[in-house]
């Protein structure tokens, strides 16, 4: 078992649905022979997971990886957009 199944289950989560939402949530439970919460909790820590994993994660075929890391690579003096940004003053600094 990994560590999280030895995690105390201390914290809830309230969920309202619809009646055919919950029909088809537990018809989906029954199918893979779990409880609704842990189906509930399954499903939705997977997509969870996936969800953060597309924010840090991006495939490129091998010719736009090229084109990333070439500009990537680019000295800011060569990249007139983020000079720009540099220089014009964050909200933080405009009052």
Do not use: C
């Not at 500009?71 to 940004?85: C, E, G, M, Q, T």
């Amino acid at each position: 078992m990994t560590s999280a199944a030895h995690e105390l289950k201390n914290d809830r989560l309230n969920v309202r649905v619809t009646t055919r939402q919950r029909e088809v949530i537990e018809q989906a439970a029954r199918a893979e022979a779990k409880p609704v919460s842990a189906f509930i909790m399954d499903a939705a820590y997977a997509d969870a997971q996936r969800v953060l994993s597309e924010q840090r994660l991006f495939l490129l075929d091998p010719e736009r990886w090229k084109r990333f890391t070439e500009a990537l690579d680019r000295p800011a003096s060569d990249k007139p957009r983020l000079r720009k940004l540099m220089r014009t003053p964050s909200v933080l600094e405009k009052g």
